[in-house]
Each structure stands twice: as C-alpha cells, then as structure tokens.
C-alpha cells in the first residue's frame, strides 16, 4: 500500500496505473466499521484509493471541526489491512485548490434537513467531491446511505459533470445497539451513548404507526418529546420522499424519516426507508 500527501505524487501514482479502473472512497478519517464497509464494497480488480480529509468548509460550527477525531496512523493501518492501495491526505495546497469552484448552484433538495441547518455545510461538500473526483476520475465511489442528502448530492454532481461514474450506495451499518456508527460517537461518554440507542427505536416506532396510518406530525410531535425527556435535542425530525427531499405525501412507499439530534453537544443523525 502506497501513501502521500502530495498532489503531486497522486498524479505520478494515477499515470503509473492508467490501465486500471478506480474505486475511491472519500473519507474524514477515524475510520469505523462504516468505512470499513465502503472499502469492502469496490468492485474486485479496481485499484482502492482512500482519501482523509478534514474539509473545514463542511463544518459550520469551528468547535465542531476542532474536536473531530484525528487518528491518522489508525486510519493507514486498517487501511492497509483491507487491502488499499492508496491512501491520500492531502496537504494545504488542496484547500486552495477547493477555492476554485465559484457561482455554485445547489439543486432545491439541498435546501431542506441539514441543508437548512447548516449553513454552507453542502457547498464544502461541493467542491471536495468535485476536486477529488476532478483530480482522480474514479470509475466508481462508495458513499454511505447514512448520509442520505450528501449521496443524493454526490449523484447530482456525478450526473451532471462525470457521467461515467457509477456512484456505489452502501447500507448503514450499526452497532449491535442499532447506534448508526459515526466519528462523532468516540465523543460521547457511556451513558451519552445509552441514550444514542433511542435514536433509531424512535424512528423505527414512527416508522411503524405511519405503516399504520397514524398522522406524521401527531406522531413526531410525541416521539420528539420522549426524546427530548431523555436529554436528546432535536434539530429536525422529517418524513421526506427520497428521490427529491419532498414532504412525503401521497405513495409513501419510497420515503424515509430523517432525524438530526444533539447529545451533550454531539450532533448525530440517522435515517430509516418506511
């Protein structure tokens, strides 16, 4: 397994092995069980390439990004362990590079759940998966179906400027307490995490009374209070279609409930198909 930091020698390494197809998998580092799972899902015979970045434009809140997890020398070991062949960390001169990318128009689905509440979080989103993608031109990249509005965002951008790229959605994966797994959860003590299981029980419980044809809001309004009984401070609870991150109505069928949440200060979310 190969690594670096320089652009430089990304592109030396890319021209050595220009014969082959390419799997990259973006990432934040800290890698889990999540990670995991994306590199495991490239397509055999593909070169892996994962990338770590911290991309401060996707944090709207500094303490946020000055507390996310950085475990580097972690991250290259399971790398390695899972068979990548490259992992990129890239330097300070790809920050600039991201500066680039001006008069950026978001499609109308970025503008609901964490679109609303955090302001510019999509555009860094942007422009990180347009330079790797740019830079590398996978043949494919493996993006979590946790992050449900990103994957429909990462599509939007694929679709539009690299129609060749075959986006590859990989299933949530959780603890056995059905806790979604997230860098964020390593900041959350014992009892913080006792408390992160109510998450998905709450939508699994919404999920169910809706197949009953219970009243969404009715129903949200009361599971927000069990939450917030609990110390869990709800940013938004949704029930959206998934193609468009329209307000579900009529066919249901094909729609999911998307929640964000805070637990001592921790913001998580989660997402559930009806």
């Known amino acids: 397994m190969e690594s670096t930091s320089s652009i430089k020698d990304l592109y030396k390494y890319l021209e050595f092995n220009s014969d082959k197809k390419i799997t990259l998998i973006p990432t934040m580092g800290n890698l889990h069980k999540g990670?995991?799972?994306?590199?495991?899902?490239?397509?055999?015979?593909?070169?892996?390439?994962?990338?770590?970045?911290?991309?401060?434009?996707?944090?709207?809140?500094?303490?946020?990004?000055?507390?996310?997890?950085k475990t580097i020398n972690s991250d290259i070991a399971k790398c390695q362990v899972h068979n990548v062949d490259m992992v990129f960390m890239p330097d300070e001169s790809f920050a600039k590079s991201l500066n680039e990318y001006k008069d950026i128009h978001l499609p109308k689905f970025m503008n609901c759940l964490c679109g609303e509440t955090r302001d510019g979080h999509f555009i860094g989103v942007y422009k990180?998966?347009?330079?790797?993608?740019?830079?590398?031109?996978?043949?494919?990249?493996?993006?979590?179906?946790k992050d449900f509005q990103q994957l429909l965002l990462v599509k939007f951008v694929a679709s539009k400027y690299f129609p060749n790229l075959d986006i590859i959605e990989v299933k949530t994966i959780r603890n056995k307490e059905k806790i979604a797994l997230s860098?964020?959860?390593?900041?959350?003590?014992?009892?913080?995490?006792?408390r992160a299981e109510s998450i998905f029980f709450s939508l699994k419980s919404i999920r169910q009374k809706i197949i009953d044809g219970a009243d969404f809001n009715t129903v949200k309004e009361e599971e927000i209070q069990k939450l917030e009984s609990k110390s869990i401070s709800v940013?938004?609870?949704?029930?959206?279609?998934?193609?468009?991150?329209?307000?579900?109505?009529?066919?249901?069928?094909?729609?999911?409930?998307f929640i964000?949440?805070?637990?001592?200060?921790?913001?998580?979310?989660d997402n559930i198909q009806i």
Request: charged residues 20%.
């Open 35 to 69: 990670h995991l799972k994306l590199i495991e899902k490239a397509p055999a015979n593909t070169i892996k390439i994962v990338s770590i970045y911290i991309n401060k434009l996707q944090f709207n809140n500094s303490n946020d990004y000055d507390c996310y997890p």
């Open 128 to 145: 990180i998966i347009r330079n790797l993608f740019d830079m590398i031109k996978p043949n494919y990249a493996c993006f979590g179906l």
């Open 183 to 194: 860098s964020r959860l390593n900041r959350l003590d014992k009892k913080s995490l006792v």
């Open 235 to 257: 940013e938004y609870l949704e029930h959206r279609m998934n193609s468009s991150l329209d307000v579900a109505k009529g066919d249901i069928s094909n729609s999911s409930l």
């Open 260 to 269: 964000a949440c805070y637990i001592n200060n921790v913001r998580l979310i």
